[in-house]
């Protein structure tokens, strides 16, 4: 069982938490997450003169992926850690701010790749007569920006507000709402930034998979077995990246609209501790599915791994070979002597 506390104010000891449970699940949570998403964005930038235009959405999500963690993790991790918020009210509305535009702008991502995805297969004569562009996929992240950016500035603007967690050591809405105009900026959250994305999602795919079920023996007669693997191989990975954030998001989402609609003062704070920790583990799956299993992401990371590798016995072979070259000079001398590695040195401090 959880050890409780009573509840107190920004900076005092936070409501019930299993701490030694949860912090080494957060924090393992934000390192993976860094490792994770630094590296797709650098295989992506190895490989950005190749990057198709739908995989700009999957850059843009772990760029707000990555955001998100750099943001939040090191404030939630020092707060988790002292049972309590450590900062003050103007740090705990930027980290709210961060958190909710990170977030939504990580949603509508995956809601407009969808979508795309969706126009794309199911409704074929729009794709050719709309060719999707790297210059339609910036206008289209430009808009996902937009979209996210005025739900996350709203409570700035007093519809809605940020405040600490119930469980004291972060912050974000405050679900508790005070007013009506609180009350209907959490309402236009929950159906605008995820019932409809989820909604969109699922029919989207919904009909991508009827559409290619129906399809199969057409496709099959024109298309190669390899291109069909392909296709059907990246549909399952965006599949599985929507499905691993949704699920992920779903319990904060329900736990939010138990506290707005019913009695905020009965939902357990072990209910938002969890549930909080699940919604940001989401940052997790979009570089593990694409650096695990998408294969030219994988082909761009095998390379730079195996340099890495390579790199010291490479520089072991580089010096042997000098060190011959300096004995074909000087023979009287073996190689590894005092003389030919002075002459071994010699270049490599040339080029310092």
Known sequence: MCSQSPAGPMGSPAQPLCYIQHRSSAFSTGIVSLSGN???????????????????????????????????????????FAHRWLFNQAVCTLYAFCGVLFGLCSLTSLTVLSTVCCLKVCYP???RC???????????????????????????AEWGSYGPEPYGTACCITWKASSREATLYILALFIFCYLLPCL???????LILWTVRVSRRAVRQHTSPQRRARSVHSLILSIAV??????????????????????????????????????????LYNPLVYLLFKPNFQKFLSKD???LQLTPSALRACRRHLERSAWAVHPGEEPGTKRTKKLWKGPMQSHQ
Not at 49 to 63: D, G, R, T
Not at 200 to 206: K, T
Not at 243 to 250: I, K, N, Q, R
Request: aromatic residues 14%; neutral net charge.
């Open 242 to 283: 929507c499905l691993g954030f949704l699920a992920a998001w779903t319990p904060y989402a329900v736990i939010a609209l138990w506290a707005v609609l019913g009695d905020a003062s009965q939902v357990p704070a072990l209910a938002f501790v969890l549930s909080a920790v699940f919604a940001k583990s989401s940052t």
């Open 125 to 127: 004569a729009y794709g």
């Open 200 to 206: 969109l999602i699922l029919v989207s795919y919904s």
């Open 130 to 156: 709309w060719d999707f562009s790297p210059c339609h996929a910036g206008v289209l992240l430009l808009c996902v920006w937009a979209y996210a950016l005025m739900f996350a500035t709203a409570p700035l």
């Open 38 to 80: 630094s590296l797709l964005l650098l295989v992506a930038y190895r490989k950005r003169s190749m990057l198709k235009p739908a995989e700009f959405f999957i850059v843009n999500l772990a760029i707000s992926d990555l955001s998100m963690t750099v943001t939040l993790f090191p404030l939630a991790t020092s707060s988790f």
């Open 305 to 307: 791994m195996m340099l």
